[in-house]
């Protein structure tokens, strides 16, 4: 098992084969409006089941949790890196929100936090806490009913919610 680390303001650890969690903000705590949230709720699932396999996905009002496992790239037989996945989700949406609102600027802090998630780390009960975020912050009374947030029905790589 090949495990990589790179550096840019923070330190970031990637485990091939193993989930990683990941939490990205919003520059300047900017709140994002629906249609943004949607946008990025897109941009997220856009390589799942490619560059990785993804669990779960919430987009709140300033930032976003994530809970995914990096897959091979089948071009060059190496497992896709979190740098490669997170710039590929930060800059579609940057572009594609600053586009539909006729906006400039940053959209996203540059650093995203990330862990792997240890074997004495239930994948499970991480999942239930993105899930539980939009009814602790009181947007919702139900998660069931956020519609920024995306989970997969199984753990087998072909479903979809």
Known sequence: ?????YRRQLPHLQRDYRPHFVTFC???????PGFARQIVLDCCLHDNDVKMSLYVSVVMPDHVHMIFT????QETQEIHS???IMDAIKGASSHKINHT?????????????????RSSESLDAKVAYIL?????RGLVSRWED???LWRRSERSPTTSA
């Not at 919003?26 to 994002?32: K, P, V």
């Not at 990096?70 to 790239?73: F, G, R, V």
């Open 1 to 5: 098992m090949r495990q990589a680390f």
């Open 26 to 32: 919003t520059h300047q705590r900017w709140t994002l």
């Open 70 to 73: 990096p897959l091979i790239n």
């Open 82 to 84: 979190l740098a490669n």
């Open 101 to 117: 609102s006729a906006r400039k600027g940053r959209v996203w802090q540059a650093e995203s936090f990330d862990h792997v998630l």
């Open 132 to 136: 539980a975020n939009p009814v602790r």
């Open 146 to 148: 956020y519609p920024w």
